[in-house]
């Protein structure tokens, strides 16, 4: 018997402050189309519908149990569909290579409205580590390299700027208080990891302090990023002046405007914190977060720890872009393929005009695939299956897929082998 490896999906979206109000949410948009669940009736799992008034942030797409998808058509758990028939949907290679059924990989839509949480997700040392400790704040012990694909125009602050470049910043005079009293003769990552920890744990008055004077500066204080003191009023006013997040984004780390079609790559013990914009975004299968910013002071975690894992890669802008590539499994050349360094997932982007055509040749593993504009139709296993904006797919490991679209088509396909 042949085992049904393509399955239209309902998913559902998650609230936090920093999403997008109402319809302006294009992740609630999505998740409105098919319909997805509503995440505030769990066990009705009820149709997902906008309420104007609330703040959409994420989409989920795939197997964590924080937020599931489950199979349109029937109901079912995707995770308990995939347990029943693993090899024909998973591939025993993919089972071998870690260990167990599961999706690998976690993609989501979000709707950024303002700055998410200045945080890093933690390597799987660490996550083991605090796991054990924690299983309630830290619920798997993997870590959660990712990527952040814009859909539209998308800010975010990604990995560190050269160090020459924050050194002159770091002696302007506000911030000289945050250096080591005895200085090496160059600033290095050991120079920087202090700033960033004694910001952290500097007491609210300081901050504050500091920001007004940083404010008062004449712009060409700031060299080439000239934008710090227009940032931080529009970050005061999305957080408390008292936050030590607008020093540590605004000073150390690279800020990004990318356009639709870009892609950042985040590594675990990577420093970030997305400001504004849609995003797909993928990352290994985890839900592990330090937050030290851009948060109330009760919500953060130690800053001794975030920075006691902390990375110093990407160290400039350049390196955080992750550059997409012409995909072989493409038939007409329409795909490319987004590969960070991870054995997790990589990510297939796919773009048509309406009455083009694409074919994707089978892969040794499973994907999630979500449709964000167009119409088409999609034939697999001997079958038709209409795709629209918000459609989301399972597709089983050894299908091949073929596309003709008919108002143009825009989608994503998170894949592993």
């Known amino acids: ?106 993609p989501k839509v979000l709707s950024i409205s303002k700055a998410l949480l200045l945080q890093l997700h933690p390597n799987k040392e660490l996550s083991a580590k605090i796991h054990s400790k924690d299983s309630e704040k830290f619920t798997d012990p993997n870590h959660k390299p990712e990527i952040a694909l814009a859909l539209t125009k998308f800010e975010a602050f990604c990995g560190f700027k050269p160090l020459d470049q924050i050194s002159k910043l770091v002696h302007l005079e506000p911030l000289k208080q945050f250096l080591p009293a005895v200085q090496k003769p160059s600033f290095d990552d050991m120079t920087l990891k202090h700033f960033v920890n004694t910001v952290l744990k500097a007491d609210e008055d300081t901050i504050a302090k500091v920001q007004e004077e940083l404010k008062k500066l004449p712009k060409d204080s700031f060299g080439g990023d ?127 005009g309406a009455g083009e055509e694409e074919t994707l040749k089978p892969v040794k593993g499973p994907g999630i695939m979500i449709v964000t504009k167009g119409v088409a139709t999609m034939k697999a296993q001997g079958k038709d299956f209409e795709l629209k904006e918000g459609a989301v797919f399972f597709i089983g490991q050894g299908v091949e897929t073929s596309y003709e679209a008919k108002e143009g088509l825009q989608m994503f396909t998170a894949y592993v082998e």
């Open 1 to 106: 018997m042949t085992v049904d490896s393509v399955l239209q999906l309902k998913c559902s979206c998650n609230q936090y402050p920093w999403g997008k109000k109402g319809s302006e949410s294009l992740a609630a948009q999505l998740a409105a189309k098919t319909p997805g669940w509503d995440e505030d009736d769990k066990r009705n799992k009820t149709d997902f519908k906008i309420d104007e008034e609330k703040f959409y942030s994420e989409m989920w797409l795939g197997t964590y149990p924080v937020l599931p998808s489950y199979v349109l058509s029937t109901g079912e758990d995707l995770q308990d569909v995939i347990d029943k028939n693993p090899d024909e949907l998973i591939g025993k290679g993919v089972m071998n290579k870690f260990g167990h059924t599961k999706l690998p990989y976690l």
């Open 226 to 352: 000239s934008y710090i003191p227009d940032l931080i009023p529009r970050l005061q006013s999305q957080y408390e002046k008292t936050d030590p997040g607008t020093i540590v984004a605004l000073i150390t780390m690279n800020y990004l405007v990318l356009d639709p079609g870009q892609s950042i790559y985040i590594p675990a013990d990577g420093i970030h914190a997305y400001l504004s914009g849609d995003i797909i975004e993928c990352m290994a299968r985890s839900n592990n977060v330090l937050n030290v910013g851009f948060c109330p002071a009760a919500d953060r975690d130690s800053a001794d720890l975030f920075c006691s894992v902390l990375t110093f890669s990407p160290h400039s802008p350049d390196e955080a872009l992750l550059k997409q590539q012409s995909y072989t499994g493409s038939a007409s050349g329409k795909t490319n393929v987004f590969k960070p360094p991870l054995s997790e997932f990589n990510m297939l982007t796919t773009e048509l």
